[in-house]
Structure formats: structure tokens, C-alpha cells
């Protein structure tokens, strides 16, 4: 008789247990999911009405040009789905799809132009982030793995102007806006 009353506690214990985990689980999901929809929301209104916003789509207009494999049109297109892609928190693979479907690009040409430009983009929006507040340039720092490219392992940890991007293997840009580079910049901030 004991045994069967510890054995029913304990299956009830499990199932409470069980019932409170699964209950928190939701709780957490739901306050990320806010949590992420207050930051793109934050996010999408920076790149649309501030200062920093308005820099930064002029530092990513001028490199719409710089994507050479595909017409200027498309180029433009990828430009306006990275711009909507950071807004949302779009992944590159989503907007890989895209720029698939707005001309013929192999699907391992799309997903290179997609990383470079969610990287680009990234790059760009911390870039005029830290020259609104008076920085005048950043600590290059890479990914860290076997994967960087030895220009990239020499940047890692120079000082580079935002005035001055670096030439790397005949390309110019900053940590982060070249042709897959994993790379960012670490904005030095003045005192």
C-alpha cells in the first residue's frame, strides 16, 4: 500500500514537474518573441527616421554598385530585401530565396551575395552608429576559426580608420562588407 501511494506521488510529481517546465518554456517564448519584435520594431524605426539610419542607407546605397554579377536592377533589388532583411531579422538563406527569384543566380551565387550583404549591412549600421557619437574608426576582429582568410588573420586586432577602409586581396571595405567575410568592427568609442 505504501509503495503504491510513493509511486502515485512520484508519477504526480513528474507530471507537475513536467506541467511547470512546459509552462515556463511558453512563458520564456512568449516574453522573447516581445522581446524581439520590440527590438525590430526599434531597430526598423533607426534605419527609417534617425540620423544613424539615414548613414547608413547612404553608405549602402553607394556599394549597391559594388555587387558586379548581377544587373544594377537586381543589385538594387538585394539592396532593398537586405535593407527589409535587417528590419525583420531575416537570415541570409531567406534572403537568398529572394534574390533567386528576382533573376537567374544560381542558389550557391544567391546565398554569397545574401551573406556579404547582411554582413555589409550590419557593418554599415554599426559603422554609422559609432560615427554619430564621434568614433573615428575600430579594433577589426574576426570570427576566430580556420575558416578566416590570412588578409583577415593580419587585420585582427589593427586599428582601421572609417575614413580609410583597408584594400585585402585586391577588395576594399570594412571588417565585414567584403565577399563572405565573417569578419566586424569594433567601434572605438571616445572618452
Not at 500500500?1 to 512568449?30: C, F, G, H, K, P
Not at 536592377?73 to 528590419?87: F, N, P, S, Y
Not at 572609417?162 to 577588395?171: C, E, I, R, V
Amino acid at each position: 500500500m505504501l509503495r503504491r501511494y510513493a509511486e502515485a506521488l512520484t508519477d504526480w510529481a513528474t507530471a507537475t514537474a513536467s506541467q511547470m517546465i512546459a509552462e515556463v518554456n511558453a512563458s520564456d517564448r512568449r516574453a522573447w518573441m516581445q522581446m524581439s519584435q520590440d527590438m525590430s520594431t526599434a531597430l526598423r524605426r533607426e534605419i527609417q527616421t534617425a540620423p544613424t539610419g539615414e548613414a547608413m542607407r547612404g553608405l549602402l546605397a553607394e556599394q549597391v554598385t559594388l555587387i558586379k554579377s548581377i544587373p544594377l536592377e537586381a543589385a538594387q533589388r538585394v539592396h532593398d530585401l537586405t535593407l527589409k532583411g535587417i528590419e525583420d531579422a531575416s537570415r541570409a538563406r531567406e534572403i537568398a530565396s529572394e534574390i533567386q527569384r528576382s533573376g537567374e543566380v544560381a542558389e550557391s551565387r544567391a546565398m554569397l551575395i545574401a551573406r556579404t550583404e547582411v554582413s555589409r549591412t550590419a557593418s554599415t549600421l554599426t559603422q554609422a552608429r559609432a560615427e554619430s557619437i564621434g568614433s573615428d574608426g575600430y579594433i577589426w576582429r574576426t570570427a576566430g576559426d580556420g575558416d578566416v582568410r590570412q588578409s583577415h588573420k593580419d587585420m585582427r586586432g589593427k586599428f582601421v580608420p572609417w575614413s580609410t577602409p583597408p584594400t585585402l586581396d585586391g577588395l576594399t571595405g570594412h571588417a565585414g562588407c567584403l565577399p563572405n567575410c565573417r569578419c566586424y568592427p569594433e567601434p572605438v568609442i571616445p572618452e
